[in-house]
């Protein structure tokens, strides 16, 4: 049962726990009733009522599952065993598109996210927003109450209120009414939307997302082909893969999938015959795309334009009017050399255009698809997923209908235009001026304080819904939990403008009806139960659709040239933990290091090394960037690999409103984007303020010192001498099995000998792996004055080293986690054995035995051991208690933690096996890092097995030792990194 | 060693005790200083500086209780920082007591008598100094005990392979034996005071701390075995004990610690910065108290010969440590040398080369060596040299190991400072009680001393 009405009334949960209940509305207490939210409640009142619920729900737990029956993903609710977690499958959505997870849950209790191995973005994979996600369900922040102009009202008041404010507007149709909201890809919403709009057929329904992944893909398909088609990649068909701008690897709803074809490709350890595929990337900023490409250069946003078009010219493609002049920093034979080997990868290259850049580049990446018979192949085009942007259904043209007065009833269920709409629209200053608007959000954020009235949105999580993947293929949301501060779903505030009486109000209803509606089959019941359990609609991906160039195209496209240049150019980035602003007040996504420059809770104003010595800028400088006559004040941070000539600001931050973790933190770059130049523009100029703003970066020395870190070569050298990595030089003395020689006697052997190998050729460093560390083992954050004082607490960090010059660098990502060495140089030096090692090859902490000397740190070369300088964990806060996982214990201050290797899931995966008197299977267990990973880059078992994964990937040649040369005996090894290179280049 | 020091090198300069002087003259000085009514004014003023750190002191501590570790600039990489540096250095200090006490005293080397209290004394206060640190250091000081062997019900021990287990029995042995020794020499002057003390409280004290202390030839007879015993017993242990906390850092793996040097080195670093401490006692003291006849410059210059030899030997650890490091071919320690002397750290580096190399070089000039000004200074320079040293040792060594994405820089906080500055004033004040209400020369040693002398030729009392 909820927390929330753990007072009002225990004693109608648990029992209900999978009975249906018609309306969970009219079950719950009225919501101005704040002494029943989670930090009101006393340990003891907690306690108490926690042996109740428990008596009387047989182990039914704390919190109240959703009334309507929702269907776990393995094992039937009768079987429910308190202490075993079900899954049940849900979808989470990234800008409008869906990645299908599976949601642990303890006794009713989300605590994990994991993803879903039926879902085709992610198969088992997720990303690092949807790891986290089941932190901001729990945040204490979360708005808990209806209000208007910030006054505490019942919900029933703003439904009376909302009803009369449309019924107003009835008489013309609407004509005052607007609707503002996310992408729409549900069906159901969808379906409510053209209801209203046959209901009320003046009133409008706007699209928004402050990143809008579709709107130039879409603007570019109508340039190229006349007509609306939706682009989908097929990386693991592909041979060469030209990136133009754009990020495939992370921070997409496309990345799961993406990242999982491409490493599927460069995975050579288990290929008999090693084949690689090769990715060329031109980019402003180094993104986790650049940094994983075998060719990249650097290039301002808008000379991606003139690239594409001239590469497009030497392949064959029709340009006409489009401007094509090399570039500069780019050799025209690298040109050629590019050229020559998309053209002899017909029907297997594949050309991407980043969502930033304009509607001609997209354009000029059909056309060279087409051009390279790729269509059909390596791009597939479908019909539209999301409901396609109508021109006149824009933000700006909301906007433009509210300055002029037209707009009487403004409904927001989009997330927070106040904060992230473009700064040429003032939405905030004309917001304040609507008579009747109303928002739908999580938090009394930026957008609730100028909106009429506020209502508490539902988690995800606590929602029925549904949403499409970017192949289309569908998934019913369904909740885990029931709202823990009555939040509602866009559904049910959309529902309350349909004028009948009858019409379903429960998002549960509203949803199921549209299925019934739309289903034909005879035993709707099993569909839908099937639906559930899967996560997926079958057969829901969106059909393909056969297009061709209209000729004339790129005359069209022309308009986009660029202008001549003026000033530096200024790019715009989502930031790749907070995204557009939405994860502000998420901790473990502040406290991440942020992918390639390891900051944490800041952003920063990105230039490269010359640039930045041109302007006489240095790291951490305060800068100010004035542009098109808005100024904002950022820290500077040279970045290896940048353009010249061009800055970079990640979106998201400098959040006024987002709560108590993310207000203040980093600057906010809004200010700056307009609706005209939402991605980049040049005019900006940059002068340094004369402060510094010190940055709490997680890592600071990305040069491996001339050491042996990663190892990496080329899938030609490779070719020439698989053994290269075993033949690097070593002085350590070894023993006839070639192991280091060890004063100590060897372990002796046990039935398991659990190991770990991260294929550096496969890792793009997303750090998704991080985040799933984070939620399963109950890690706490320590926040910005603690990163910098160097006591971040993850047990898992993704080092990033360059190489080369910091032009054009090459780089390298390595996950650390704890080694689990079989002599580990931290056993020996505990005075108190409190690190001590299994009979299976874990390298333990005992929690309660440690005193906190801290000595085992000092003496692990990897410094993979984190200690608990002050009480991090948070003890306090009731709601965060929820998401813990009952299976990890959560640490005090004074002692060391560091990765376990999951050791709860092994233990989990033994007392299976062993009920059923069999061996742990190959892949029984995942570690929660191994498990998140979309590359599939961390594989975990028994290396007794020989027929285990692991056991093959370390008998590659490829596997080495980090530092192995100390003798440490790692139980977790590294693939090396291999970088497939043009070789036509290279001689160029 | 006497014999050389006394007639090797120039002519002696000044006797082991002022001629003219007399056992009743030694006494009387000594007991009056105990038994005076009032201190002197200069007491009251240093008492007034120390008793506040000593407060800090109490402040940081309780602080460091309430909040955790956190509150010093500990943090990984430099998971050990002032603490464990505080901790040797002040270790260290202990060192010259028992090496003067007992080593100087099996060697017969009379001229120890009258500096042997003040620097037995200077190592109890410096080893409790010491033994603070590695429990403050601890993340859950609560729990300290669990270093110590004891039968619990859990039937968990110690680890005995990690060091640390190995530095509590040595230092807790080493505090043990010193206690035992330093009182166990004061037994006949406690018996002086006893008998000379004008209250009833202070005799009645006295009395009970003199043991019934007679002065019968089997008092003396028996308390000379047992003194010579105890000496023989710690004489291991001034070597033993900072040979053991060395290897708190040469058996871990990290570059800079792990090396076999270093428990000679530390034994000879802790010697140099005893005998520093000792000359930054004795020269005010002796001053203070008009103990000059006492405490002659002979003796001055004795420490001041200790100290050069101690020196040289600090400084050619210094040289095989960086000869090491590039004839290993390590390429870790390559590093670490490289990064002492020109990373983020390195002005601490150059500081205490200066200090504790190039400066203690400046004795081998007689003139600075019998010049009780000079060698205050140099002392006091020794000191901060070797405190620094042990910064380094601790802090550039963890900074930048092996992996570089997990170096980092370690800055002291307010709280690392207020932790050492209150051990310097609770050294300060328990010394400046121990002058106060204990006897700071061994009278009776001193006594024997003379009267010894007295038999000889006037050209041996310099020995």
Redesign the interface.
């Known amino acids: 049962m909820s927390p929330l009405n753990l007072r009002s009334g225990h004693s109608d949960s648990g029992r209900e726990y999978w009975r249906i209940l018609e309306d969970p509305g009219a079950a719950q207490p009225p919501s101005s009733a704040p002494a029943g939210s989670p930090d009101a409640l006393t340990r003891r009142g907690f306690l108490g009522i926690m042996g109740a619920s428990l008596a009387f729900a047989g182990g039914g737990g704390c919190s109240r599952p959703p009334s309507e029956p929702i269907v776990p993903y393995v094992r039937a609710p009768e079987s429910v065993v308190p202490g075993k977690p079900l899954y049940f499958a849900t979808a989470i959505a990234l800008d409008g598109f869906s990645t299908g997870v599976l949601v642990e849950s303890h006794e009713g209790r989300p605590t994990k996210i994991e993803g879903n191995p039926s879902h085709p973005a992610g198969r088992g994979s997720t990303d690092l927003f949807s790891q986290a996600s089941i932190l901001t369900l729990y945040d204490p922040d979360r708005a808990r109450e209806t209000t208007e102009r910030g006054e505490v009202r019942q919900y029933e008041d703003f439904i009376r209120a909302l009803r009369a404010a449309v019924d107003a507007e009835r008489a013309s149709g609407g004509a005052g009414v607007r609707i503002l909201s996310d992408t729409v890809t549900s069906p159901t919403l969808a379906a409510q939307r053209r209801a209203i709009l046959r209901s009320l057929p003046a009133a409008r329904w706007h699209q928004w997302e402050p990143l809008m992944p579709t709107a130039n893909a879409t603007a570019g398909a109508r340039l190229a082909f006349g007509r609306d088609a939706h682009t989908v990649h097929r990386l693991d068909r592909a041979d060469v893969i030209l990136a133009l701008d754009a990020e495939l690897l992370a921070g997409t709803p496309r990345s799961l999938a993406d990242v999982r074809a491409f490493a599927e490709r460069r995975r050579v350890a288990a290929q008999t015959e090693p084949r690689m595929n090769r990715l060329y990337a031109v980019e402003p900023a180094l993104s986790l795309t650049g940094a994983k490409a075998d060719h990249r250069w650097p290039l301002r946003a808008r000379d991606v334009l003139p690239f594409a078009a001239t590469l497009a010219r030497r392949l064959g493609v029709e340009t006409a009017a489009l401007p094509a002049q090399v570039p500069g920093g780019i050799a025209a034979s690298a040109l050629d050399a590019l050229a020559r080997d998309l053209a002899a990868h017909r029907g297997a290259s594949l050309v991407i255009a980043g969502d930033g850049q304009p509607p001609a580049v997209h354009a000029l990446a059909h056309a060279m698809n087409a051009v390279l018979s790729n269509v059909g192949r390596t791009v597939v085009y479908t019909e539209p997923v999301a409901l396609p942007p109508d021109p006149g259904d824009t933000l700006e043209a909301l906007a433009e209908d509210m300055r002029a007065g037209r707009v009487r009833v403004l409904i927001v269920v989009a997330w927070n235009p106040v904060y992230a709409a473009a700064a040429d629209l003032t939405f905030g200053q004309t917001l304040e001026r609507i008579p009747f608007s109303a928002y739908l959000g999580l938090f009394h954020d930026e957008t609730a304080e100028k909106c009429r009235w506020h209502v508490p949105a539902a988690h995800t999580l606590e929602t029925w819904s549904d949403a499409r993947a970017w192949d289309g293929t569908t998934s019913i949301v369904q909740p885990l939990i029931a709202p823990l501060y009555n939040g509602r779903s866009a559904h049910e505030i959309v529902a309350l403008l349909d004028q009948g009486a009858a019409a379903p109000t429960s998002g549960y209803d509203i949803v199921r009806g549209y299925w019934t509606s739309t289903r034909r089959e005879r035993d709707f019941e099993r569909f839908w139960r099937r639906a559930l359990h899967d996560g997926i609609v079958p057969d829901s991906a969106a059909r393909p659709i056969d297009v061709a160039l209209r000729p004339g195209w790129a005359r069209a496209a022309a308009s986009d040239a660029p202008t001549p240049p003026r000033g530096l150019e200024i790019n715009f980035k989502p930031s790749a933990v907070v995204h557009d602003g939405r994860y502000a007040n998420n901790g473990w996504l502040q406290e991440l290091p942020q992918p390639l420059t390891s900051i944490t809770w800041d952003n920063a104003a990105q230039l490269s090394p010359r640039t930045a010595g041109e302007l006489g800028i240095r790291s951490e400088d305060v800068v100010a960037l004035d542009y098109g006559g808005r100024r904002v004040l950022a820290p500077a941070w040279i970045t290896p690999g940048h353009a010249d000539g061009s800055v970079t600001v990640a979106l998201g931050y400098g959040r006024t409103r987002a709560g108590r973790v993310g207000n203040g933190v980093g600057f906010d770059a809004y200010p700056l984007r307009t609706s005209r130049a939402p991605w980049f523009d040049d005019g900006l100029t940059v002068e340094k303020v004369g402060t510094t703003h010190p940055l709490a970066v997680a890592a600071r020395h990305h040069d491996m010192q001339g050491r042996d870190l990663v190892v990496a070569g080329t899938l030609e050298a490779y070719h020439r001498d698989p053994n290269f990595v075993r033949a690097r030089t070593s002085h350590t003395p070894r023993d006839r099995a070639g192991q280091p020689l060890s004063l100590y006697p060897d372990h002796p052997d046990a039935e398991y000998r659990w190991g770990m190998s991260i294929d550096l050729g496969a890792c793009t460093a997303c750090q998704a792996c991080v985040v799933a560390c984070y939620a399963e083992n109950n890690i706490p954050v320590v926040g910005k004055a603690q990163v910098q004082a160097g006591r971040i607490m993850h047990w898992l960090r993704v080092d990033t080293y360059y190489a080369g010059s910091p032009d054009r660098p090459e780089v390298f990502h390595q996950p650390v986690p704890c080694m689990h060495c079989e002599k580990a140089p931290c056993e020996v030096v505990c005075p108190v054995n409190a690190t001590v090692h299994s009979r299976e090859g874990l390298n333990e902490m005992v929690y309660n035995r440690c005193v906190g000397t801290r000595y085992c740190s000092n003496n692990c070369p990897y410094k993979v051991r984190v200690f608990n300088f002050l009480q991090y964990a948070d003890w306090e806060t009731e709601s965060l208690k929820l998401q813990r996982n009952p299976d990890v214990t959560v640490r005090s201050r004074g002692v060391m933690e560091k990765c376990t290797y999951c050791v709860q899931r092994i233990n989990a995966a033994r007392i299976e096996a062993e009920k059923q008197g069999r061996r742990i299977r190959d892949g029984e267990v995942v570690p929660a890092c191994a498990a998140a990973c979309p590359a599939q880059a961390i594989v975990f078992g028994d290396l007794n097995d020989p027929a285990s994964a692991v056991h093959r990937l370390k008998q590659s040649p490829l596997d080495y030792a980090l530092l192995g040369e100390l003798g440490t005996r790692p139980r977790t090894t590294y693939l090396a990194a291999l970088r497939n290179p043009n070789p036509d280049e290279a001689k160029a | 060693m006497g014999t050389a020091l006394s007639h090797a090198t120039v002519p002696p300069a000044a006797p082991v005790v002022a001629s003219g002087t007399t056992e009743r003259d030694v006494v009387e000085r000594v007991s009056a200083v105990v038994l005076a009514r009032r201190a002197p004014l200069w007491w009251y003023a240093a008492a007034a500086m120390a008793a506040p750190l000593v407060g800090l002191l109490g402040v940081a501590t309780l602080w460091l209780f309430v909040?955790?570790?956190?509150?010093w600039?500990?943090?990984?990489?430099?998971?050990?920082g002032f603490a464990i540096a505080n901790f040797v250095w002040w270790i260290g200090i202990g060192h010259a007591g028992t090496l003067i006490s007992a080593i100087l005293l099996l060697l017969h080397q009379s001229w120890r008598e009258s500096i042997n209290r003040l620097a037995e004394t200077m190592t109890l206060f410096a080893v409790m100094c010491a033994g603070i640190f590695p429990i403050l250091?601890?993340?859950?000081?609560w729990?300290?005990y669990?270093?110590v062997p004891y039968p619990a019900q859990m039937a968990?021990?110690?680890?005995f392979?990690?060091?640390?287990?190995w530095d509590?029995f040595a230092v807790s042995t080493y505090f043990t034996v010193s206690l035992l020794f330093w009182y166990v020499g004061m037994i006949p002057d406690l018996a002086i005071l006893r008998d000379r003390a004008g209250t009833r409280g202070a005799r009645i004290a006295y009395g009970i701390l003199a043991l019934g202390w007679r002065g019968s030839g089997e008092h003396w007879r028996r308390h000379h075995r047992m003194y010579v015993l105890l000496a023989g017993l710690a004489t291991p242990l001034v070597v033993s004990v900072h040979s053991v906390v060395s290897l708190?850092f040469a058996?871990?793996?990290?570059p800079g610690w792990h090396s076999t040097i270093l428990p000679p080195y530390f034994v000879a670093g802790a010697i140099y910065s005893g005998f520093a401490v000792v000359l930054t006692l004795a020269v005010p003291l002796r001053r203070l108290y008009g103990l000059t006849d006492i405490i002659t410059s002979r003796h001055l210059e004795n420490c001041a010969k200790l100290l050069l030899a101690t020196g040289e030997i600090v400084a050619y650890c210094y040289v095989m440590e960086h000869f090491m490091a590039w004839y290993s071919?390590n390429?870790f320690d390559a590093?670490l040398v490289e990064n002492r002397a020109f990373g983020p750290y390195a002005p601490l580096f150059w500081i205490y080369l200066v200090c504790n190399v190039l400066v203690v070089q400046a004795l081998w000039v007689p003139r600075v060596r019998r010049s009780p000004v000079w060698l205050f200074i140099i002392g006091a320079l020794i000191n901060i040299g070797m405190w620094i040293e042990r910064v380094d040792i601790v802090i550039v060594s963890?900074h930048r190991?092996?992996?570089?994405?997990?170096?980092?820089?370690?800055?002291p906080t307010i709280w690392d400072w207020a932790t050492l500055a209150g051990t310097i004033g609770f050294f300060a004040l328990a010394y400046l009680l121990f002058i106060r209400y204990l006897p700071l020369v061994a009278m009776s040693d001193m006594a024997k001393l003379i009267a010894d002398l007295r038999g000889k030729p006037a050209a041996a009392r310099h020995g």
């Open positions: 909040a955790g570790i956190g509150i600039g500990v943090m990984r990489p430099v998971m050990w250091h601890l993340g859950r000081p729990f300290f669990w270093l968990i021990w110690p680890q392979r990690s060091p640390l287990v509590f708190d058996y871990a793996m990290v071919a390429p590093a963890l190991d092996f992996v570089p994405s997990a170096w980092g820089n370690f800055v």
